[in-house]
């Protein structure tokens, strides 16, 4: 059994793990997910598109917990279920970027503005393997990612 992306082609899964977005060859927008077909941004009429990884690191721009299990077919859960903490996280690109924050942290963990950085854990395992999914690790000011 291998690790396998829960969603494919979303992020990369190597030692510095970054998620894939595209840039617009004709007004430079980046988007993930992924723009296909035609330029999201309403001011462009851009049709072609250049794949992109994103920066690793951003800031928290807000964040939540999920403190009750959402009703099939949105999350597999765990049994019992497993409260978790969201973060949305602001890129150096200006997306903000939706995401689980890492196990072991929670929205005590979190602050506005304080900086995360993406890493891929398993989301969840099926009986052909593990689905990795990103999420948000929060890092200290040091640089140093926060110990927990």
Do not use: H
């Amino acid at each position: 059994m291998t690790a396998t992306p829960a969603i494919e082609g979303w992020f990369t899964t190597g030692a510095a793990p970054a998620l894939v977005g595209t840039r617009c060859a004709t007004c430079t927008t980046v988007f993930f997910p992924k723009a296909d077909g035609f330029c999201r941004n309403p001011a462009c009429d851009g049709e072609t598109f250049e794949e992109v990884e994103l920066s690793r690191r951003g800031r928290i721009w807000s964040y939540t917990d999920a403190q009750y299990q959402p009703p099939p077919p949105y999350i597999p859960a765990a049994d019992p279920y497993e409260p978790f903490a969201l973060a949305a996280v602001e890129l150096p690109e200006g997306l903000v970027v939706l995401g689980q924050v890492a196990k072991g942290y929670g929205v005590d963990d979190l602050k506005v503005g304080d900086e995360a950085e993406l890493v891929v854990e398993t989301l969840y395992t099926d009986e052909t393997g593990e689905r990795s999914i990103w999420r948000w690790k929060p890092v200290t000011e040091m640089g140093q990612e926060a110990d927990q």
